[in-house]
């Protein structure tokens, strides 16, 4: 099934992770439309005790409650447990993004982080800039390759991407400009996100 949006710019992201409201009680039913909700929800993007499309836990409510962070997108919240960041809509409390940034890391914590990603997720579809990692899913809830997430895109356009991970690095992935390799000591930054698009439009939208 396609969901139609349009690609979320950097400062959009960045603006509904930054952007105080308290969750309200749980069990309300979402305003996302189910058969999105379903579709996103079965490719079980996980990070921590967090995933993609599931509501939380009581204790993860609790803690929302407790430590909230200022306020996203209207008809969401967001919150902070440990390093990660998470935001989630009112009333169901369905998870719609989940994000960590790491400004003072070591280039091993990185490739480590993103080890995790590879072993966790598989091979990421594509990269930019050389810094950028990128894990697509389709509808239908397979990571897309970079060949056929080309095909796929033609064919059906970018609007059936429903759920990415992004990752990006403050250091060239593989060494710098004239391809020296980092010393794994040195310093790099990283950041990451993990979300629908169409979710997340929704409120933007609406």
């Known amino acids: 099934m396609k969901w139609r949006f349009c690609r979320l710019s950097p400062l959009v992201l960045a603006a509904l992770m930054l952007a105080v409201s308290i969750p309200a009680v749980c069990g309300a039913e979402s305003k996302i439309p189910k058969e999105l909700l379903e579709d996103v929800r079965s490719i079980g993007l996980q990070r921590g005790a967090y995933t993609l499309g599931v509501p939380l836990s009581d204790r993860q409510a609790g803690l929302a ?42 280039r091993k914590k990185v490739k480590d982080l993103i080890g995790s990603f590879t072993l966790g997720f598989g091979f990421p579809t594509t990269s930019a800039h050389g810094k950028t ?35 990006q690095t403050g250091e060239y992935l593989f060494g710098d400009k004239k391809g020296q390799e980092k010393d794994d000591q040195s310093p790099d930054t990283v950041y990451y996100i993990i979300y629908s698009n169409p979710m997340l439009e929704f409120f933007l939208n609406n």
């Open 65 to 106: 409650a407790k430590s909230p962070l200022p306020s996203t997108a209207p008809g969401t919240f967001r919150f902070k447990d440990g390093e990660l960041q998470v935001v989630a809509e009112e009333g169901s409390n369905i998870v719609l993004a989940i994000s960590e940034y790491h400004p003072d890391w070591t």
């Open 133 to 167: 990692l990128y894990w697509f899913y389709s509808a239908d809830g397979k990571l897309l390759e970079e060949d056929s997430y080309k095909d796929y895109v033609v064919q059906h356009g970018r609007e059936s991407i429903i759920a990415t991970i992004k990752v």
